[in-house]
DNA sequence: GTCGACATTATTGTCTACAATATCGTCTGT
DNA sequence: ACAGACGATATTGTAGACAATAATGTCGAC
């Protein structure tokens, strides 16, 4: 019998949100949350304090925790700043790629492939962001590996709060693209599709019409 | 009486950080932390996850924080995305940018100015990170605001651990020039001023003689 | 009948004690 | 004398109990 981790629990709560069986707004009690993990609070909170780190939910003192309510201009600050990172992990990625890297990236991707085949929307939203987490890590950038942890989750979010349909974000196609350019050895136009493809996602959103969750009912009912 | 907060006590281990009375490598027991500031282990837990989000500490399971080792790879990673970040800052700041919060911004200035006529180091770094982050708090951007923190924590450790001279990071007269761009209502002057500013920052670091500390006793004696 | 103060309840914040784990010293067998 | 394992100690991880705080419902006065 092994207890349930923190990262663990932290992950469950990031895929409830990503897949929108958590809305934005929603409170997360600490009591209720031990309860269903059968963890006790201190563990539960140190999940939300994770959580709260990737811009998940958001804390306020003596007031408890809520799932993140992001907003539109919030999102296209998180795309612009996650493009620019990628493009350094690419960067510093292409230096020292070998033969075996390749391969795992590639074999993610067939993952991928087989996900939206069947549909597993939960591993699908799993691997999507595996992928762009496995890039930074093959780079060997520890911080910037930190960066798109964060930057991931948060798009997550962005995702489950402003898309329309139920489209998937990551499709394997622009994925394995980036990956031939790497195979060549180039840098320019890996970093060209990735751009490329964070764009393709951007625009999915509906982030024009700024339908903005009001931040506070004074603005909502005024 | 009021018992000393999380932040307070986090702050002031980062000021000790950043002006090296703690070393990178030293180990942070909470017991001891706990002692000193007369607290409980559960609070400087938070302190210590904290520090460990804002790239301050390393901290391993079961093996206790120790202040972090930054590579100089890792130190110009830092850079080159915090120069991106700050652009972006100076963007969504220069569109909502009203005469009384430039008046804010000189007159934080003016105390810049003021702890370097005294020499006042713990205040100088105060607020030479205080300024970075006053214009992201201005532009009303929650999530670059959460980045800039964690980018200007992470510049104090790299400057601590990689300048040689004592010579102070951010000089207020830079600081000032950009305010000028910003009161002209000009992006791309106040854009090239930051950015130059950081590069002079950078420049001011030995990163180049890559003395980096190893990672492991393995690497370093052998 | 409505406004304001007060009590109740629910929820988070904090502390203290206990359990798990790693590290380091020591001992024994060869 | 040295290698390996065992045990002691120090340190972190976890849980549960208690205190503080905020929201809400109720009562009383005007």
Redesign the pocket.
Same mark, same amino acid.
């Given at each position: 019998m092994a207890?349930i981790t923190?990262d663990e629990i932290a992950e469950r709560i990031w895929l409830s949100i990503a897949e929108r069986r958590l809305r934005p707004g929603m409170?997360?009690?600490? =009591?209720e949350l031990a309860e269903i993990f059968g963890?006790?609070?201190?563990?539960i909170?140190?999940v939300l304090t994770a959580l709260e780190r990737d811009g998940l939910v958001k804390?306020e =003192?003596?007031?408890?925790?809520i799932v993140a309510e992001p907003s539109a201009d919030e999102a296209r600050d998180i795309f612009h700043i996650r493009r620019e990172v990628e493009q350094r992990v690419l960067a510093r990625l292409i230096s020292h790629l070998d033969a075996e890297k390749l391969l795992d990236l590639f074999e993610h991707v067939a993952k991928e492939r087989a996900a939206n085949a069947a549909s597993d929307q939960r591993e699908i939203i799993k691997l999507s962001g595996g992928f762009h987490l496995m890039l930074a890590e093959m780079a060997g950038a520890d911080f910037l590996w930190g960066l798109m942890r964060d930057l991931v989750s948060r798009t997550s979010l962005i995702t489950a709060a402003f898309r329309d349909s139920d489209k998937y974000n990551c499709g394997p196609d622009e994925h394995e693209e980036l990956l031939m350019h790497l195979k060549n050895g180039d840098l320019q136009k890996a970093q060209h599709a990735m751009v490329h493809h964070l764009e393709h996602v951007e625009n999915e959103l509906k982030l024009a019409g700024n339908l903005d969750h009001a931040r506070s009912l004074k603005d909502a009912l005024l």
């Open positions: 207890p923190v409170r997360l009690k600490e =009591a963890v006790s609070r201190a563990r909170r140190q804390t =003192a003596n007031k408890g925790a």
